[in-house]
């Protein structure tokens, strides 16, 4: 079965602070994607990226990152020198062979930045 | 530029009405979905659609149907709206596999009252 558990429902942090989005996954397939989006209050999810299983390089766009770590199965996602726009609602996704085109998302977490 | 359109950003309806919730993509995409969303439940799958006048059940299709006439269009149904579908409603379209980005529209905050 899968599984996305995305264990903070909800942060604040301070403009320019950096924060963590955290995301831990379960799968008993070899081959899977990775997947995180946002959802700003407009409502609309926008695809932010996508990791396959056998690439677990950290990947770097502008002030997001995201570390990709196979061992712990998680893939979390990091937010330096936050804005206001960043906030929103952020979810995680995981999909694979075994479930066909079905993802599975997270609970998501609500994060907040403070001016 | 992907474009997926759902037709209402809002709704209110009454309790026991029949209602529609339309989705267009506009990207020649094979696969598209319907999602209901809840605060502290995530995303959760209602029904899919592979290809036209195919459809699958998702992880709650109770209550909903669809319709996928057209290969750019896919209609979630409500046959008898209730209370507890009080929702937003998402829909999204993928391009082919279990690796490819789904993209998602505005969403339809539904209310029945």
């Known amino acids: 079965a899968q599984k996305v558990t995305q264990a903070q429902t909800e942060i604040s942090v301070v403009e320019k602070e950096d924060v963590t989005l955290d995301c831990v996954y379960e799968?008993?397939?070899?081959?899977?994607?990775l997947f995180w989006y946002k959802q700003p209050p407009s409502g609309e999810l926008v695809f932010l990226i996508r990791?396959?299983?056998?690439?677990?390089q950290n990947e770097i766009s502008g002030r997001y990152s995201w570390n990709f770590q196979k061992s712990t199965s998680s893939f979390n996602f990091t937010i330096t020198a936050s804005q206001v726009v960043d906030s929103a609602v952020y979810f995680c996704?995981?999909?694979?062979?075994?479930?066909?085109?079905?993802?599975?998302f997270g609970t998501g977490t609500s994060l907040t930045v403070i001016p | 530029d992907v474009k997926v359109t759902q037709s209402s950003r809002y709704l209110v309806k009454r309790t026991g009405e029949k209602v529609f919730l339309e989705c267009v993509q506009d990207m020649d995409h094979e696969n598209m979905f319907w999602y209901r969303q809840d605060p502290g439940l995530g995303l959760r799958l209602i029904y899919f659609s592979y290809d036209v006048k195919m459809k699958e059940k998702g992880d709650i299709p109770e209550g909903y149907s669809v319709s996928r006439e057209k290969k750019e269009r896919f209609s979630l149904i409500l046959e008898s709206a209730s209370t507890n579908q009080t929702s937003m409603y998402l829909c999204?379209?993928?391009?082919?596999?279990?690796?490819?980005?789904?993209?998602f529209g505005a969403g339809t905050r539904l209310s029945v009252l």
């Open positions: 999204a379209s993928q391009g082919g596999g279990f690796q490819d980005i789904q993209y």
């Open positions: 990791r396959n299983s056998f690439d677990e």
């Open positions: 799968t008993r397939d070899t081959t899977y994607y």
């Open positions: 996704a995981l999909s694979a062979p075994s479930t066909g085109n079905q993802f599975y």
